[in-house]
């Protein structure tokens, strides 16, 4: 068969797929008879309250030099690590913010950091297509840096998401730029399963997220530039549970609803999805009305939930934050309108694990903490 066949080919077959897909779109269309919004609103559901000091910035961390691209907190609240494109990984004390490590990384152009689940160990890993593991309880080095405690290779693109499994210090899950998701053993350095790459149901762009479920730690979902999620199953590494469209762009941030049945994402064409893994459906977009002419849509760079799930945090390129109610789909809150607001792009958030402060990064490379303020009840 000739190469001008195989295209052929390969066009007709790209074309019913296509066709498929549109034809399982309209299927589910004519079985999705309301959304999130509509019946909460059907039950007399109505936005939640919030004022401009309700939640307010009570600290900015200042240290970085560069732009600042991800954040994770500790899972006792009590201290953040970040890192920036100043190749520096920063751990911070949250409650006086003070640095209480700042370790020089080989490589500056860091994308991902996070903490380990017994908070004694953070990973990092960006444009050297490595994760490299800190031991924050190690001894330091004559130029005051902590050693590299291991260093996880076998990606062939950009790291550009990790996270420890939950309830397990020696296990965590990569993304990559070489359109595989990974799942490490920390102690070995040994690859357990990859997820993806030349699989069918793998992602077919780079994976700029991922976020595991809380509830069941077998479970977690990818966020990708091919503008699809997928939940995978770290037991069969073989194919995705399941393929979630929708958005008209990258999806840049994915994350569990706290109930480990929902997640939401975020987007390049400026939305948020909150998408339901027990059916596959979509139960709701959450998007400002902006000009059809306009081309310059911000678009959605990370979210997050609080512990409750009623709001919905998402992070815009031009440094909005949204605060969304997530039942009835309408913002109560833009914390980029607020005083000392960032002033540039926000490129990371995260939500303590007591759901008490929200923590947003941003290219203008400081990090800032939100409380909620006064005798306002965290939800």
């Not at 609240?77 to 494109?85: E, H, K, T």
């Not at 031009?318 to 926000?346: F, K, M, P």
């Given at each position: 068969?000739s190469?001008?066949?195989?295209?052929?080919?390969h066009?007709?077959a790209?074309?019913?797929?296509?066709?498929?897909?549109?034809?399982?779109?309209?299927?589910?269309?004519l079985?999705?008879?309301t959304?999130?919004?509509?019946y909460?609103?059907?039950?007399?559901?109505t936005p939640?309250s919030?004022?401009s000091?309700d939640?307010?910035?009570c600290?900015?961390?200042?240290?970085?030099?560069?732009?600042v691209y991800?954040?994770?907190w500790?899972?006792?609240?009590?201290?953040?690590?970040?890192?920036a494109?100043?190749?520096?990984?920063?751990?911070?004390?949250?409650?006086?913010s003070?640095?209480?490590?700042a370790?020089k990384?080989?490589?500056?152009?860091?994308?991902?950091?996070?903490?380990?689940?017994?908070g004694?160990?953070?990973a990092?890993g960006?444009?050297?297509?490595?994760?490299?593991?800190?031991?924050?309880?190690?001894q330091?080095?004559?130029?005051?840096?902590?050693?590299?405690?291991?260093?996880?290779?076998?990606?062939?693109?950009?790291?550009?998401s990790?996270?420890?499994?939950?309830?397990?210090?020696t296990?965590?899950?990569?993304?990559?730029?070489?359109?595989?998701?990974?799942?490490?053993?920390?102690?070995?350095g040994?690859?357990?399963?990859?997820?993806?790459?030349?699989?069918?149901?793998?992602?077919?762009?780079?994976?700029?997220?991922?976020?595991?479920?809380?509830s069941?730690s077998?479970m977690f979902?990818?966020?990708?530039?091919?503008?699809t999620?997928?939940?995978?199953?770290?037991?069969?590494?073989?194919?995705?549970?399941?393929?979630?469209?929708?958005h008209?762009?990258?999806?840049?941030?994915?994350?569990f609803?706290?109930d480990?049945?929902?997640?939401?994402t975020?987007s390049?064409?400026g939305?948020?999805?909150l998408?339901?893994?027990r059916t596959?459906?979509?139960?709701q977009v959450?998007?400002r009305?902006?000009d059809?002419n306009d081309?310059?849509?911000?678009?959605v760079?990370?979210?997050?939930?609080?512990?409750s799930?009623?709001l919905?945090?998402?992070g815009?390129?031009?440094?909005?934050?949204?605060?969304?109610d997530?039942?009835?789909a309408?913002v109560v809150l833009?914390?980029?309108?607020?005083?000392?607001?960032?002033?540039?792009?926000?490129?990371?958030?995260?939500l303590?694990a007591?759901?008490?402060?929200?923590?947003?990064?941003?290219w203008?490379?400081n990090?800032k903490?939100?409380?909620?303020?006064g005798?306002?009840k965290?939800?």
């Amino acid at each position: 068969m000739s190469v001008a066949e195989l295209k052929k080919r390969h066009v007709a077959a790209m074309e019913t797929v296509d066709a498929l897909r549109e034809r399982v779109k309209q299927k589910r269309q004519l079985l999705l008879d309301t959304d999130v919004k509509s019946y909460a609103k059907s039950q007399g559901t109505t936005p939640i309250s919030f004022g401009s000091t309700d939640l307010v910035c009570c600290r900015t961390l200042l240290g970085h030099t560069g732009k600042v691209y991800s954040l994770d907190w500790t899972p006792e609240r009590n201290r953040i690590v970040s890192v920036a494109l100043d190749g520096r990984l920063i751990v911070w004390n949250a409650l006086t913010s003070q640095k209480t490590h700042a370790i020089k990384l080989n490589c500056p152009w860091m994308r991902a950091c996070a903490f380990a689940p017994n908070g004694q160990s953070v990973a990092c890993g960006g444009l050297d297509s490595a994760c490299s593991i800190f031991n924050l309880t190690s001894q330091v080095d004559k130029d005051g840096n902590i050693p590299i405690a291991r260093v996880l290779t076998g990606h062939k693109g950009y790291v550009f998401s990790c996270q420890y499994v939950p309830d397990q210090e020696t296990r965590l899950i990569t993304g990559s730029g070489d359109h595989t998701c990974v799942l490490w053993d920390v102690t070995t350095g040994q690859r357990i399963s990859v997820f993806g790459g030349e699989l069918p149901s793998g992602h077919t762009a780079d994976v700029l997220s991922v976020s595991i479920n809380s509830s069941n730690s077998n479970m977690f979902v990818s966020g990708s530039c091919d503008a699809t999620a997928r939940l995978w199953d770290t037991r069969k590494a073989s194919r995705a549970v399941q393929t979630f469209h929708g958005h008209g762009g990258d999806v840049n941030s994915v994350k569990f609803f706290p109930d480990g049945q929902r997640f939401g994402t975020g987007s390049d064409d400026g939305t948020c999805r909150l998408f339901d893994m027990r059916t596959g459906h979509q139960l709701q977009v959450y998007t400002r009305q902006h000009d059809a002419n306009d081309n310059d849509v911000p678009i959605v760079t990370s979210i997050a939930f609080s512990i409750s799930g009623r709001l919905f945090f998402a992070g815009y390129s031009n440094g909005d934050c949204y605060v969304w109610d997530t039942l009835v789909a309408e913002v109560v809150l833009n914390l980029g309108t607020l005083q000392n607001s960032h002033e540039g792009r926000i490129s990371c958030l995260g939500l303590a694990a007591d759901g008490s402060a929200l923590c947003t990064g941003s290219w203008d490379k400081n990090l800032k903490i939100w409380a909620f303020g006064g005798h306002r009840k965290v939800i």
